[in-house]
């Protein structure tokens, strides 16, 4: 089952629609981006990393990333390259140690590096205690606030 994170911020700035995690659709969108990423779709990089190992799979799960630069958040399938026998095909999601290949995502507007938000459960996010999670308001760029706020299918 997917989740949904919320961001807010004092100055009024609220979004709940990012997705997150793995949901229902996960096996199959995974295989799909597998697909294209052989195919070229995500840059020559990807096709010949996964043209020289048939058993690199694609991350398909949903991650939240900010831009590095004018702080828009996007939810995006994360599209790692990782490697596991665990993978039976189904919800696995790899472990930090088999992600072999980390997937640059670029900011839609300013085509600036954006980065990962990690999120979990026990730190619904202000980032204070840790600066490498903290996560700024895409409205006014003072930090704001992620937490998860529900679920999808
Ligand atoms: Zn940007
Ligand atoms: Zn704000």
Not at 16 to 44: C, F, I, Q, W
Not at 80 to 93: A, F, N, P, R, V
Request: glycine share 6%; net charge neutral.
């Amino acid at each position: 089952m997917g989740r949904l994170v919320m961001v807010e911020c004092k100055c009024g700035y609220f979004n709940d629609e990012y997705m997150y995690g793995v949901n229902m659709a996960y096996p199959r969108v995974k295989k799909h981006h597998t697909a294209l990423a052989k195919s070229g779709r995500y840059g020559n990089k990807w096709k010949e990393l996964l043209q020289n190992d048939p058993e690199l799979l694609v991350n398909a799960e949903y991650r939240l990333y900010q831009c590095t630069g004018c702080h828009k958040i996007v939810s995006r399938h994360c599209m790692d390259l990782y490697k596991s026998s665990k993978d039976d095909g189904c919800y696995y999601t790899p472990e930090a140690n088999e992600v072999i290949y980390e997937y640059k995502h670029i900011c839609p507007d300013c085509k600036k590096r954006m980065v990962y938000i990690p999120l979990s459960e026990m730190n619904c996010l202000s980032g204070i205690d840790n600066p490498e999670e903290t996560v700024y308001c895409p409205k006014c760029g003072d930090m704001a606030i992620a937490s998860f706020c529900g679920f999808t299918d």
